[in-house]
T-cell receptor, first 111, second 114 residues
Framework: AQRVTQPEKLLSVFKGAPVELKCNYS??????LFWYVQYSRQRLQLLLR??SRESIKGFTADLNKGETSFHLKKPFAQEEDSAMYYC?????????????FGTGTQLKVEL | ETGVTQSPTHLIKTRGQQVTLRCSSQ?????VSWYQQALGQGPQFIFQ???????GRGNFPPRFSGLQFPNYSSELNVNALELDDSALYLC?????????????FGPGTRLLVL
């Protein structure tokens, strides 16, 4: 069965420091991976998806199939990046496209 | 374009009761998925509806059931509530574009079972 692992429940960095939120997955096929973010008192929202290969709010994530990882990175953390981050994979099947989420990492950017 | 909305925002029930949660899809979306998020956990997939038919189900018992209406809004029904059903229930609507699906989430309904 597919699984997403986020090993850190809490990551605390100083403003301006680099950020790396780790995500590993297990799935026998070719998954599609996402990062979702939830800011305080806001709904869960899509941050980026690996297919798009884009940078959103300075964040990037590269799919490494050899290491089955999809780590989220940002070179210089900003205070407004403090939020809960969830890594997720979607499996496209004939029986519904379900998102499988990790347990999330709380990012705290300190001044 | 309006986003996904859910009602109610909060709900308190007692064990054994039944509850109905509601979700309005984002304009133009024909697929709705429901997730349960327990405290400290990521969302867990309950089921998905596409054009009023159940289109996939996660590892939840039959007392979790749903409906999707012609306007693509949806309901989640939970019978015989148990204490462990206390959680945030999220609805996500989606459409497929270019073979790719993106799910957009509502704010959630927080259910407390006493």
């Amino acid at each position: 069965a597919q699984r997403v692992t986020q090993p850190e429940k809490l990551l605390s960095v100083f403003k301006g420091a680099p950020v790396e939120l780790k995500c590993n997955y297990s799935y026998s096929g070719s998954p599609e991976l996402f990062w979702y973010v939830q800011y305080s008192r806001q709904r869960l929202q899509l941050l980026l998806r690996h297919i798009s290969r884009e940078s959103i709010k300075g964040f990037t994530a590269d799919l490494n199939k050899g290491e089955t990882s999809f780590h989220l990175k940002k070179p210089f953390a900003q205070e407004e990046d403090s939020a809960m981050y969830y890594c997720a994979l979607i499996i496209l099947t004939g029986g519904g496209n379900k998102l499988t989420f990790g347990t999330g990492t709380q990012l705290k950017v300190e001044l | 374009e309006t986003g996904v909305t859910q009602s109610p925002t909060h709900l308190i029930k007692t064990r054994g009761q039944q509850v109905t949660l509601r979700c309005s899809s984002q304009s133009g979306h024909n697929t709705v998925s429901w997730y349960q998020q327990a405290l400290g956990q990521g969302p867990q997939f309950i089921f998905q509806y596409y054009r009023e038919e159940e289109n996939g189900r996660g590892n939840f018992p039959p007392r979790f059931s749903g409906l999707q209406f012609p306007n693509y809004s949806s309901e989640l029904n939970v019978n015989a509530l148990e204490l462990d059903d206390s959680a945030l229930y999220l609805c996500a609507s989606s459409s497929t574009s270019g073979g790719r699906e993106t799910q957009y989430f509502g704010p959630g309904t927080r259910l407390l079972v006493l």
